[in-house]
């Protein structure tokens, strides 16, 4: 069955109100963005790398979390390896070093952002973060439409799986034939179908314990309020000495 869980976490950082996580990490995302030089992206992926450590995330969890992305930027390296205008390569002139460095640049900088998200939002749960984004002042309906469309992926998800197993339990072997196209297409017609009905429930569910549009808890307050501002100053000063690096103002 395919579930929704956040990383596996622990610590202090893990703790604090998901309010001043996302904030941080947006702060964070914000000044790893525009930098332009691989030293200065080199210091903020060992800075995600730490916040993953400081939330003893367990690195296999992470791995599993940062390969899709990966995949997506050893591809652009590629494409931008062979296309980029610049500089040849001595050993392979269809090559450009410019191009290079500038895929290699992309994909440090977004590992970077992969691992402050994971450290900080991905250890929450998809409720807690919209709780979190309730308390920012989001527009209510933006928060609403994120949180329950999040979880009708995951409905989605679990309902093609339910149906592909029971293809599999039949001895369905795909081919390129009618039945084949036949039988993919009630897959997927059933599967849109039983995800609306699986909806309908929810909505039901949640009309029948009285939801208001707000998103309540019984947990206990996460972490100070004090020790949350305090986290979000580090990690803008954390930025700013960043975009210091960056634009060589620091030695």
Request: charged fraction near 15%.
């Amino acid at each position: 069955m395919i579930r929704d869980a956040p990383l596996p976490g622990a610590g202090p950082l893990v703790r604090l109100d998901v309010a001043h996580k996302l904030v941080g990490a947006g702060v964070l995302a914000c000044a790893v963005a525009p930098l332009r030089t691989l030293d200065a992206a080199l210091a903020a992926l060992a800075l995600g790398l730490g916040l993953l450590a400081a939330c003893r995330v367990p690195p296999g969890a992470a791995l599993r979390r940062l390969g899709p992305p990966n995949a997506f930027f050893a591809f652009m390296f590629a494409t931008l390896a062979l296309t980029y205008p610049g500089r040849p390569w001595p050993l392979w002139p269809a090559v450009s070093l410019d191009g290079l460095e500038l895929g290699l640049r992309i994909a440090v900088k977004g590992n970077a952002m992969f691992c402050v998200l994971l450290a900080l939002v991905g250890t929450s749960t998809a409720a807690s973060a919209a709780r979190g984004l309730q308390r920012l002042g989001l527009p209510q309906k933006f928060v609403l439409l994120l949180a329950f469309s999040y979880r009708q992926i995951w409905i989605t998800a679990g309902e093609f799986e339910r149906l592909r197993q029971a293809c599999t339990a039949r001895c369905f072997e795909p081919g390129m034939n009618m039945h084949t196209y036949r039988t993919t297409a009630c897959l997927l017609a059933q599967t849109i179908a039983g995800s609306l009905h699986r909806a309908g429930r929810v909505r039901d569910a949640v009309t029948a314990r009285g939801f208001d549009g707000h998103f309540r808890t019984l947990e206990p307050q996460a972490g100070a309020a004090g020790a949350g501002v305090l986290a979000v100053a580090l990690l803008a000063c954390a930025g700013g000495g960043l975009l210091l690096l960056d634009r060589g103002w620091l030695p």
